[in-house]
């Protein structure tokens, strides 16, 4: 037996998940009562996030930085239009999600929450250098996506907290986009691929899901390829970096060999897509 | 054990009904158990077949993975309620011309995910039908009548 719970304000929500020692926050469902349906979880209570007014909405702030609210919808990310340039990669990966009645369900905050590392939400916001916001007992702190996950299905949150945002920086002109390799369309990713280029053409920052607990993102590799990435050399060692920090695992949606060889393809394919070489003189 | 049931008032196919029902139940366990609707049908539970698809204010979600309790105050719409719907009507008759239906399971969640393809794109590509219906499985047709009946009803309803 379930009880649910709809606070109006994150403080509410806040203190209901202190006071209950077996509640949990409910988002889009989407996961949870799946999980709840199959006994892997069973909250005595339910605090439901769909009445706080702010969590929901994506808006762009006077410095231009895009906060996005954690109960904001994957059709409505898949549908914004300010995610442009290089935070396109992140409207492509909402629309990969699932199917369209399951993006009509599920959120930001909720995926992130949930932190499965074959979904597709982490390695894009990796990619786009994101912020998480995050509100708990002990007040409001913000989080760096990449201090974010700390083991498989672990991550930073704290007891009691809550993601209520996650904070885009100021799109800027330059192409990015998003690739899964799945078995069917609407699977979880075998493996995935974020990128998005420098304005300058000259450099690129790449996020790879699915192969370890959390995104894989080298930012001293990436350093290391600026002005250099059409020369094989470079790039093939670049993604060799990319396989050493992985720690694929052998499951229905591929083995941990396969993953492994998919990195560099993934990321030879998206360079190309986004940076075709041009024909020299 | 005793079942603790709670009171929800909702609309039901433009009716505004009010149900008893158990604390912490999905829309699909209420609409089966509660209200004796059963086009929502419970293939997997888990989110995964589309058997159980409905309208929630107009948008196609998982009765399975839906609370009840989120429901209050909201609009459900079900097969049951889809009589006189245009796009629904054709999409029915193409299922049926095409052997678009065998056991049936699968078919009002598939019908459901079709219609809101079509008010979302009228003249859907034969490849865009398939990912639209990538959420709905069916075990009997082997897909290809189930797109044919959804390109077929496309057609008809934009000339
Ligand atoms: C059939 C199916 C296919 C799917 N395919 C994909 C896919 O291809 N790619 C993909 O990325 N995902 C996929 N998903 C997952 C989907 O994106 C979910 O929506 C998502 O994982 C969970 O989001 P939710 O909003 O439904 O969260 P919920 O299910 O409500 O919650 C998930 C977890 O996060 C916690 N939580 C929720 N919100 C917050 C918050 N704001 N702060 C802190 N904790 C919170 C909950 O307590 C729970 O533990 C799929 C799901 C289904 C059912
Ligand atoms: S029963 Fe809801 S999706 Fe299968
Ligand atoms: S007709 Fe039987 S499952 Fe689709």
């Known amino acids: 037996m379930t009880e649910v719970l709809s606070p109006l304000t994150v403080d509410d929500a806040i203190a209901l998940l202190v006071e209950h020692d077996e509640a949990m ?52 990310t898949a549908a914004c239009a300010e995610l442009t340039g290089s935070l396109h990669v992140l409207r492509r990966a909402a629309g990969m999600i699932a199917n369209r009645v399951v993006r009509n369900m599920g959120t930001m905050g909720g995926a992130v929450a949930n932190a499965d590392p074959a979904a597709d939400y982490l390695p894009a ?35 009691g907290e809550i993601i209520t945002a996650i904070m885009l920086p100021a799109p800027v002109e330059a192409p ?45 590799g990436e350093d290391a390829l600026r002005g250099k990435l059409h020369d094989p050399a470079a790039l093939a060692e670049f993604a060799g970096r990319l396989v050493a920090l992985a720690d694929p695992v052998d499951d229905v949606r591929g083995s941990a060999e396969y993953r492994l060889r998919l990195i560099p393809r993934l990321v030879a394919s998206v360079l190309s897509e986004l940076a075709p070489q041009k024909e020299t003189a | 054990m005793m079942v603790k049931k709670v009171l929800h008032s909702l609309t039901l196919n433009g009716e505004e009904v009010q149900v008893a029902t158990a604390a912490g139940a999905t829309l699909l366990q209420t609409l089966r158990e509660d209200l004796r609707i059963l086009s929502s049908k419970r293939g997997c539970n888990q989110g995964v077949c589309g058997a159980c698809t409905v309208l929630v204010d107009g948008t196609p979600v998982r009765a399975c993975l839906t609370l009840t309790a989120r429901c209050e105050g909201h609009a459900v719409q079900t097969m049951e309620g889809m009589d006189g719907d245009r796009v629904m009507a054709t999409l029915q ?67």
């Open chain 2, 93 to 159: 008759r193409h299922m049926v011309q095409s052997g678009g239906v065998q056991c049936g399971f699968c078919t009002g969640g598939v019908l459901i995910s079709a219609r809101d393809l079509l008010e979302a794109d009228p003249t859907p590509s034969r490849e865009a039908v398939k990912t639209a219906l990538s959420g709905n499985i069916c075990r009997c047709t082997g897909y290809r009548t189930i797109v044919d009946a959804v390109c077929g009803a496309a057609e008809e309803l934009s000339q």
């Open chain 1, 125 to 159: 916001l990796a990619c786009c250098d994101a912020t998480l916001e995050i509100a708990g007992p002990e007040g409001r702190r913000s989080l760096s996506i990449h201090d974010y996950v700390d083991d498989w299905y672990e991550t930073a949150l704290g007891e």
């Open chain 1, 176 to 220: 990015s986009a998003y690739r899964k390799i799945a078995r069917v369309s609407g699977d979880y990713a075998t493996a995935s691929c974020a990128m998005a280029l420098d304005p300058d053409g000259q450099g690129l920052r790449v996020a790879i899901g699915a192969c370890g607990p959390g995104p894989l993102r080298d930012r001293a």
């Open chain 1, 25 to 76: 926050p409910l988002a889009g469902g989407a996961t949870l009562i799946a999980m709840r349906n199959a006994s892997l979880v069973e909250p005595s209570h339910l605090v439901s996030l769909d009445r706080i007014a702010e969590l929901r909405g994506i808006d762009r702030t006077a410095d231009g930085t895009i906060r996005i609210g954690a109960m904001t919808r994957h059709c409505d």
